[in-house]
């Protein structure tokens, strides 16, 4: 026996289902759409790569290091490198000599692409920097602030002087002359040994070898010395000295002398 189904009176079956059939269009309407754009953009793409594969795909390059390198071979290097060298511009370096390559942008071995500007920062050499008046301190404060002011003190020279013994009296070179730093000349300092304290002996009458000796065990040594001519003076003795006998002069001076010479005029 077969069973019908009634369905209930009164129901619009047809305003059920249009929403799912606008639902149904909508959907396959957007799936044109996606497919439409797909097959745009991979036409797109295929002809790029054939046509205009350039831009799309520009070759890389390392970027080699330049940096020490004299600028006329930095720039050479990079043009080999299918690169563009730039001078940016230019810098003190307190080690790399003028003329030379300080740094670069980009930096070594970033890729960048075929054709890119690197920018060098090409060195002027060292800062010079004027030397400071350290006169009046002593050694030690002298020379933390010679080093201080990015110089360094490369020697200690000693001068008898009526400035207290250890205190610096002088530099070589002077106070306010700019000197570069680095590896460049350093500065001297010139510290006082003290006022001259050795007396000068008196030489006259005594034979060349005799002043030497008194000379030498003063401290003080003998200096040049010639002949001439006098009166009753005995020949081969000393008539005149310089510094004079009694003059205070500084250990290690040189006393200069006179003879008489042999034989009369």
């Not at 009526?162 to 009296?169: C, I, L, R, S």
């Not at 106070?175 to 304290?197: E, F, I, K, N, Q």
Request: charged content about 15%.
């Amino acid at each position: 026996m077969r069973v019908r189904r009634h369905l209930p009176p009164g129901i619009d079956w047809g305003a059920l289902t249009r929403p799912l059939a606008r639902i149904l269009r909508q959907r396959r309407a957007v799936v044109a759409l996606a497919v439409f754009a797909g097959t745009g953009l991979a036409g797109y793409a295929v002809a790029a790569i054939l046509l205009f594969p350039a831009p799309i795909f520009a070759a890389s390059q390392r970027v080699p290091r330049v940096i020490g390198l004299t600028a006329e071979a930095a720039r050479e290097a990079l043009t080999q490198a299918q690169l563009k060298p730039e001078e940016a511009e230019r810098v003190r370096h307190p080690s790399y000599p003028a003329g030379t390559v300080a740094w670069q942008d980009p930096p070594p071995d970033m890729m960048v692409p075929q054709g890119a500007s690197v920018a060098l920062s090409v060195s002027v050499g060292p800062p010079r920097i004027p030397v400071p008046d350290v006169s009046g301190h002593n050694a030690a404060v002298a020379r933390l602030l010679i080093e201080s002011a990015g110089l360094r003190v490369s020697d200690v020279d000693t001068a008898q002087t009526a400035a207290p013994p250890g205190v610096v009296v002088n530099t070589r070179p002077p106070a306010g002359t700019a000197v570069t730093t680095g590896g460049g000349r350093g500065v001297t300092l010139v510290v006082s040994a003290g006022a001259p304290t050795i007396t000068v002996p008196d030489l006259n009458g005594l034979k060349l070898e005799e002043a030497r000796l008194v000379l030498e065990e003063s401290g003080l040594a003998l200096g040049t010395y010639f002949q001439r001519t006098a009166g009753a003076a005995r020949p081969e003795t000393i008539i005149e000295q310089r510094p004079a006998a009694g003059t205070l002069a500084a250990p290690g001076t040189a006393v200069h002398v006179v003879l008489a010479r042999r034989g009369g005029p």
